[in-house]
């Protein structure tokens, strides 16, 4: 049993030697990312809509200038939707009359954001590499409630914030990620200022 432990550890040792030599022979400065997304809202959305959303997917692309820092871009889309318990009611405008209506709704909330992106990753590891970054751009939101026949909608661009920290893990030829991130927006004129929390689930890959 003792000389089956032992093996197992130096395997695991050699493993991680190997592994670090390798990744330090060459430097590959392009990185891509594709993310499935899960997300909550906060802020302001909190009373749009409430529920959790499992509805959401992201894609990266950052050059690396050394081991470490690195820039890019981030595009993506989050979907929220609630739909409320029992009747409720919403003032609607029609040209120059105000309408009461009354019924289930369906609320609809959808982001993309479209942002430059910084990332600081931690190299002193070898199968995992910390890393923290932060999107500066543009979201773009879409806000819509369905009642019966009735649809209102409002959409716009806002300016975004996003600060991220998260974790890649080595298997040489691909790369799982795991990192949580919070988004903000300004909001526009006829959508106020939102936040929401995500958390992605990726794979990357690195390349010349």
């Known amino acids: 049993m003792k000389k089956f432990a032992h093996l197992c550890i130096s395997s695991l040792v050699l493993f991680v030697f190997n592994h670090s030599a390798g990744a330090q022979s060459y430097f590959k400065p392009s990185l891509f990312k594709i993310n499935y997304s899960l997300s909550t809202p906060s802020g302001n959305l909190v009373d749009f809509t409430d529920d959790f ?5 992201s894609a990266e692309y950052s050059y690396f200038f050394n081991e470490q820092f690195g820039i890019g ?7 929220f939707f609630e739909e409320s318990n029992g009747v409720t009611s919403e003032q609607i405008q ?7 209506v ?28 910390p890393y923290v970054s932060v999107g500066l751009g543009g979201i773009h939101a879409e806000r819509s409630i369905e009642m019966g026949k009735y649809l209102i909608e409002d959409s716009g661009w806002g300016f975004g914030f996003a600060p991220e920290v998260g974790i890649l893990i080595d298997l040489n ?6 990192s ?14 939102y936040a929401f929390y995500t958390l992605d689930l990726g794979l990357a890959w690195r390349f010349n």
Do not use: C
């Open 53 to 57: 959303s499992f509805r959401g997917i």
């Open 73 to 79: 871009g981030r595009a993506g889309f989050n979907h």
């Open 94 to 100: 029609i040209g120059s009359s105000t309408l009461t």
């Open 102 to 129: 009354s019924g289930n709704q369906f609320r609809n909330f959808t982001v993309v954001p479209v942002m430059f992106k910084a990332t600081y990753l931690h190299t002193n590891s070898t199968l995992f590499t």
């Open 173 to 178: 030829d691909i790369l799982l990620t795991l």
């Open 180 to 193: 949580g991130a919070f988004n903000s927006s300004t909001g526009n004129e006829v959508i106020d200022s």
